[in-house]
């Protein structure tokens, strides 16, 4: 069976440090990627996506970026955190279907990230 | 105007009572998903459909694509189901999901 993994669970990191947040799914090959970001009395919205290795599309200009170093990790990261950055963090996989993917989502347990 | 509208934005009830959910969208999709999101933080998909109607359990969620328009419904309600409904669109491309704001239900036993 699947199961996608997140870590940390929580995180209290000082403006201006770096951020290092880790995604791995287990048990598929080839998933559609997704970082999505929940704000403090927000929405979900999506950060990036990526569709292969190496291959990141990002949804919103930020102070963020993403890598997909192997087939099932997704790494989101930042070099200098701001206050704005603080949020729930969800990592999210899905099958592939070509580029129309018509296919559930599977949400990890998330990062519940604090920017002081 | 968001592209996806969710009513009510919260909803308290008493066990026992039906409930709906609403959510609108406005732009073209591939499927609708209804998520729930535990006071922890973690989402649990629901349902994602495309047309018609789908249950399972106490959980029926329906779709009308000419109307733009998805209901969740919960039948006798329990304090267990109390959380936050989240309803998304996908589009055509690569699965991304649009989410609307999300329904606070609290249910009092």
């Known amino acids: 069976s699947q199961t996608i993994h997140q870590w940390p669970a929580t995180l209290v990191q000082p403006v201006g440090s770096p951020l290092s947040l880790e995604c791995t799914v287990e048990g598929t090959s080839n998933p559609n990627l997704y970082w999505y970001r929940q704000a403090a009395g927000r929405g979900l919205q999506l950060l990036f996506y990526s569709v292969g290795i190496g291959q990141i599309s990002s949804e919103v200009p930020q102070n963020l970026s993403a890598s997909r170093p192997q087939d099932r990790q997704f790494i989101l990261s930042s070099k200098k955190l701001l206050l704005s950055d603080s949020g729930f963090y969800l990592c999210?996989?899905?099958?592939?279907?070509?580029?129309?993917?018509?296919?559930?989502?599977?949400f990890g347990p998330g990062t519940r990230l604090t920017v002081l | 105007k968001n592209e996806v509208e969710q009513s009510p934005q919260n909803l308290t009830a008493q066990e026992g009572e039906f409930i709906t959910i609403n959510c609108s969208y406005s732009v073209g999709i591939s499927a609708l998903h209804w998520l729930q999101q535990h006071p922890g933080g973690g989402i649990v998909s629901l349902f994602m459909l495309s047309s018609g109607k789908k249950k399972h359990g106490r959980l029926i969620a329906t779709i009308n694509i000419q109307e733009k328009h998805s209901s969740l419904h919960i039948t006798a309600s329990h304090p267990r189901d109390s959380a936050v409904y989240i309803c998304a669109v996908q589009g055509t491309s690569y699965g991304k999901l649009t989410f609307g704001q999300g329904t606070i239900l609290t249910v009092h036993p």
């Open positions: 999210a996989w899905s099958t592939t279907s070509g580029g129309a993917s018509y296919n559930e989502q599977f």
